[in-house]
């Protein structure tokens, strides 16, 4: 059992203002496995404080000392490696292997990618006789979700330190324990008292103090659409800088000319990774009618193929995150089923002999169209739509028919062909042939998919503040 009864504020570990626990619930088992304090406006305040007084110095730091601390910072992640990947897989059911290799590896990714653009990046630069300049932006509120609680931890904080600023970081309280392990690690690392201060808490209640508080000079927010709309309506009145990533419903068009078998079946298992909760999962398989039958036979055996289990057994998926995440996904599929879809694979309920536990069935709606509640509605779990489209024109058309943007996806074999579409495609970021991550590539969206970027030099970006000082030679 876990207890996390503690805040991480000023260099110290703290006891909130007011007391009040929440119990935090393994997926995998239904039962308590942990539980953390609920921060309040005064212990918001404090945090906050305690980030305004140290970028007075920390802002003021030069390159080599913030490349050192993140250096260091990597060496602790290192040594934690493990007790993180256990906590994720503990709070939010990822299968170990994913947490091992991918959930927790990637907070450690995040921060060499920051080490490698800040040991380069230009803070300044002269043109004629002014000199343009990029200063930290300040203190930054950081509001992580549940789905990849690291990664989404690591992807702010590491180009935050690295640009010079402080923050308050206010992790999912689904899934807190890796974001206390994190603090754990930055504290090891020597972060100076108040660069790095870390408050749990619900969103109602710590989460609108943060992005409401005038202390805060910027929000990043990752989680629901729905929720960065309030995030951004409470930021408004102090008319702070609101970074986004959003939730999605991604096109994957699979070309006529695609392998088709490679393509469906990647396309498959890029939704069922994680157990469909990731915000970019390519969950809207458009495919040609021509090969309509040959699509829907493979998709449904990529399915059926997907092992659901114990995600401390050898399972590719284990639980999704919740009671409430899990009654929401069920809602949806009977929703598929109700207006039309046919249902290939999975379906309603839990798969056999897995009565304990937040698990989903494998999912596989054909004959979707457009306007189906399982093509518009985010669903974030293992459930794949597949539609058809008689031309690119009309594979274009559909893809962009959503009020997300955040990623989308294309296979075939003829390159030229791919980005013509590519560049038709309303998303922050277009994957070709299931290519490999790229974690200095810009992540974030269009639309209600969010309005900032992530990830590599674009990151920095979201920190920093542009000063011109002009006549600067004369």
């Known amino acids: 059992m876990r207890n996390y009864l503690k805040f991480y504020i000023e260099g110290k570990w703290v006891e909130p203002a007011t007391p009040k626990t929440l119990e935090v619930i393994n997926p995998a088992t239904e039962m308590v496995c942990g539980q953390i304090s609920l921060g309040s406006i005064s212990d918001v305040d404090r945090a906050v404080n305690a980030a305004r007084e140290a970028f007075t110095t920390f802002s003021q730091t030069g390159r080599k000392e913030r490349v050192e601390l993140l250096q260091r910072i990597v060496a602790e992640l290192d040594k934690r490696h493990e007790?993180?990947?256990?906590?994720?897989t503990e709070e939010m059911g990822a299968p170990v292997w994913l947490a091992q290799r991918a959930q927790a590896a990637m907070g450690r990714a995040h921060?060499?990618?920051?080490?490698?653009?800040?040991?380069?990046?230009?803070?300044?630069?002269?043109?004629?006789?002014?000199?343009?300049?990029?200063?930290?932006?300040?203190?930054?509120?950081?509001?992580?979700?549940?789905?990849?609680?690291?990664?989404?931890?690591?992807?702010?904080?590491?180009?935050?330190?690295?640009?010079?600023?402080?923050?308050?970081?206010?992790?999912?309280?689904?899934?807190?324990?890796?974001?206390?392990?994190?603090a754990e690690v930055l504290d090891a690392a020597g972060v100076p008292p108040g660069v790095f201060n870390l408050i749990n808490g619900d969103g109602p209640t710590a989460g609108a103090a943060i992005s409401s508080h005038p202390g805060v000079d910027m929000v990043s927010f990752t989680g629901s659409t729905r929720a960065g709309v309030e995030v951004a309506k409470n930021a408004a009145p102090t008319v702070k800088r609101v970074s986004q990533e959003l939730g999605g419903k991604s096109p994957n068009i699979i070309l006529e000319d695609a392998d088709m078998k490679s393509a469906v079946v990647d396309g498959v298992r890029a939704v069922m990774m994680n157990s469909g909760q990731s915000c970019n999962a390519p969950t809207r398989m458009l495919a040609p009618q021509t090969r309509m039958d040959e699509v829907i036979g493979i998709a449904k055996a990529a399915a059926e193929?997907?092992?659901?289990?114990?995600?401390?057994?050898?399972?590719?998926?284990?639980?999704?995150?919740?009671?409430?995440?899990?009654?929401?996904?069920q809602r949806l599929i009977q929703t598929g089923i109700e207006e039309g879809a046919s249902l290939v694979a999975g379906g309603t309920g839990k798969p056999e002999g897995l009565e304990r536990g937040y698990y989903v069935k494998p999912t596989v709606f054909a004959n979707v169209s457009n306007n189906m509640t399982i093509a518009r509605e985010e669903i974030f779990g293992p459930v794949v739509s597949i539609l058809g489209y008689d031309t690119i024109d009309e594979a274009v058309?559909?893809?962009?028919?959503?009020q997300y943007g955040l990623a989308a996806y294309v296979s075939g074999k003829n390159?030229?062909?791919?980005?013509?579409?590519?560049?038709?495609l309303r998303a922050g970021q277009v994957n070709l042939n299931n290519a490999p991550m790229d974690l200095m590539a810009p992540f974030g969206g269009y639309k209600a998919s969010g309005n900032g970027r992530e990830w590599g030099d674009y990151a920095f970006a979201e920190f920093l503040e542009t000063k011109a000082i002009l006549g600067l030679t004369q």
Not at 124 to 133: D, F, M, P, S
Not at 397 to 402: G, K, L, R
Not at 415 to 424: C, F, H, N
Request: net charge negative; aromatic share 8%; charged share 20%.
């Open 415 to 424: 390159l030229d062909k791919m980005r013509e579409i590519a560049s038709r």
């Open 111 to 182: 921060f060499i990618t920051a080490i490698q653009v800040l040991e380069n990046y230009k803070f300044e630069e002269l043109r004629g006789t002014t000199l343009i300049v990029k200063e930290p932006i300040g203190v930054c509120g950081f509001i992580t979700p549940w789905n990849w609680p690291l990664n989404q931890i690591a992807c702010k904080v590491a180009p935050a330190l690295a640009t010079g600023c402080t923050i308050v970081l206010k992790p999912s309280e689904i899934a807190p324990f890796s974001g206390q392990i994190f």
């Open 83 to 88: 007790d993180l990947a256990k906590a994720i």
């Open 305 to 329: 193929a997907t092992t659901v289990g114990d995600p401390n057994g050898n399972a590719q998926i284990g639980p999704v995150v919740s009671e409430a995440q899990w009654m929401k996904i």
């Open 397 to 402: 058309e559909i893809a962009n028919d959503t």
